[in-house]
């Protein structure tokens, strides 16, 4: 079980407990005190305990009523050669301390509570950061408040997204075919199944891929609320004050709710709640057409529930070029999704069980919507730091609030490292859980490891999805860079043409100078699918000549990697299916 200062499962330590220390002979490496640990953790009425094998030096903490210091002793001489030389001095009946700093190779003396790494935060980034601060021997201190440990992506965000979304597509397939000679004849939906489905998932993947990898570490202390710095050493939660070596803040984001007259007065919904609400909504009008606005409209209007996006901006996924927003925007259209670009929502009011929502129009008229059934909010995110107390020791954030960091997750404080959606850096899980790993080899082992994310894959879950790597055309051009465009239609990729189903393409972007592919965007039914390859060949500096002259599976969508690639120099809508 994991240990921790207020006991091995996170309860408080009981009134009648005591701390020994012990001098323990026979031990000659890490691997036996780790094998001492091991056993005496086991052991009823231990609560803690911690032992250096270079001093031979051990504290444990046990509970009176339960177990006496002798059987204590006992149990220790009995593990394997190791022998007790000591009666056990320095009893406390009020200790809490369990660990020692194992990067001073002693028993702490200083106080309670001194860790060589404390991460704040229990997400990707915290766990992967933990995972690396174990395996270097380091005593770390997770302190997680708001949401459950595995952070947004496991509890609210990639996985209950993407199996609703994969619900949604169970459902659309159910009751459209792209085949003249096939009728779907609907499809019964049991929404509240579906939310109990998502739940049991997101509780099994939460447990065995967050709280059972960290299960059986040594060195790992986990403690659940807010922590605030006191100085840039300290931080306290609940009253009590922990301190560290160095630390890293990896606290993520959430929802950033805008200011808008009436708004806390609807009973908004963001991804946290709508995930959770078991009866379906008779609509939901979305705020906001980023990504996380997009993937819920498609999911829950597949669901049956009817979908209407307000979005401040002229088009829908307004971080890309326009075709992309254009193939998307038309896909939702077709399924029933009123989109409203350029609509600007200034008021809300509550009147019996609707909402209405003042709109400013794109001409500057107001209008008013009714909506009967829930608002969504999903207007970006911001970083969780406003509980840190980082005015206390003079952390620098960016102009959005991120805590910015550089290559190697450095702050402006020496000490302090960052990762994560807390950062001004990409913000998915992956990118997340390399920083926290990164992160403490760069603080612990003296690396000097940087993030380049100039060929990061991403891809959004939409129907068709959108994946990318690189640069667009419009980021290419910012940066001076000589390119070129490919476009190729998926009406052009036979794969695509046998299934029924054209809708989108794929763009690939080169330097004109040295014929490397620089940046790719693919818009594709199971188009995140193409898009490692590409980043790959980013990454390595692959030519558009080598991807056009490389061999790819007939009848597959990657083949439309190639034939983007002869597009060109070539019209392929002229070429035969063998064309090379």
């Not at 909506?371 to 620098?396: C, H, P």
Request: charged content about 25%; proline content about 3%.
């Amino acid at each position: 079980m994991l240990k921790n200062i207020f006991g091995k499962n996170g309860e408080k330590t009981p009134e009648n407990t005591t701390t020994i220390s012990l001098q323990i002979e026979g031990m000659t490496c890490s691997g036996c005190s780790s094998h001492i640990k091991k056993d005496l953790n086991k052991t009823e009425g231990v609560i803690s305990c911690s032992i250096t094998h270079e001093t031979g030096k051990g504290d444990f903490t046990f509970d009176k009523g339960k177990i006496s210091k002798e059987i204590l002793i006992d149990t220790i001489n009995k593990v394997g050669n190791y022998k007790v030389v000591n009666g056990a001095e320095n009893e406390d009946c009020c200790a809490t301390d369990f660990g020692t700093t194992k990067s001073q190779k002693m028993v702490n003396n200083k106080g309670n509570n001194d860790y060589d790494l404390i991460i704040i935060g229990g997400g990707s980034a915290a766990f992967s950061a933990a995972i690396k601060a174990e395996s270097l021997g380091l005593w770390t201190l997770m302190v997680n408040g708001g949401l459950d440990f595995g952070g947004t992506c496991v509890n609210v965000g990639c996985v209950p997204s993407k199996n609703l979304i994969r619900a949604g597509e169970t459902a659309y397939h159910a009751t459209h075919s792209n085949f003249d000679g096939i009728k779907p004849k609907g499809v019964d939906i049991d929404f509240a199944q579906i939310i109990k489905d998502k739940k049991e998932l997101v509780a099994t993947l939460q447990e065995k891929k967050y709280m059972d990898v960290v299960s059986d570490f040594e060195n790992l202390t986990m403690l659940k609320g807010w922590a605030k710095f006191k100085d840039n050493k300290t931080i306290k939660m609940d009253g009590k004050g922990y301190k560290a070596n160095k630390f890293l803040i990896a606290t993520g984001a959430t929802t950033n709710i805008p200011t808008i007259e009436g708004l806390n007065k609807i009973d908004y919904l963001t991804n946290i709640s709508l995930f959770d609400l078991e009866e379906k909504p008779e609509s939901l009008t979305i705020m906001g057409a980023g990504y996380i606005g997009l993937e819920i409209a498609m999911a829950y209007n597949r669901l049956g529930v009817k979908v209407r996006i307000i979005e401040f901006t002229d088009r829908v996924l307004r971080t890309q070029t326009p075709d992309i927003s254009e193939a998307l925007e038309t896909q939702m259209r077709k399924e029933g999704i009123e989109v409203l670009p350029n609509f600007r929502a200034v008021k809300f009011e509550k009147y019996e069980n609707e909402t209405i929502i003042h709109c400013k129009c794109p001409d500057g008229s107001f209008t008013k919507i009714v909506e009967k059934g829930k608002v969504v909010i999903a207007t970006g995110t911001k970083a969780n730091t406003n509980q840190l107390g980082l005015d206390n020791i003079g952390l620098e954030l960016t102009e959005s609030g991120h805590i910015a960091v550089n290559e190697k997750m450095e702050t402006n404080l020496s000490h302090i490292y960052a990762a994560g959606d807390v950062t001004n850096t990409p913000a998915f899980v992956y990118t997340a859980a390399f920083e926290g790993k990164i992160a403490v080899e760069n603080a612990f082992s003296g690396t000097d490891n940087k993030a380049d994310y100039s060929s990061l894959p991403w891809v959004v879950f939409t129907d068709p999805q959108i994946g990318g790597a690189g640069l667009d055309e419009v980021q290419a051009e910012a940066k001076g860079i000589p390119f070129e465009v490919s476009k190729l239609e998926l009406k052009d990729v036979p794969r695509a043409i046998a299934a029924n189903d054209t809708r989108g393409f794929i763009k690939l972007i080169r330097n004109t100078e040295t014929d490397k592919l620089i940046g790719a965007r693919v818009v594709a039914p199971e188009g995140g699918e193409l898009i490692q390859q590409l980043s790959m060949a980013i990454k390595y500096g692959i030519t558009v000549e080598d991807l056009a002259d490389s061999f790819y599976p007939y009848l597959t969508l990657g083949e439309g990697i190639k034939l983007a690639a002869i597009t060109f120099g070539k019209d392929v809508s002229k070429l035969s299916c063998c064309a090379s």
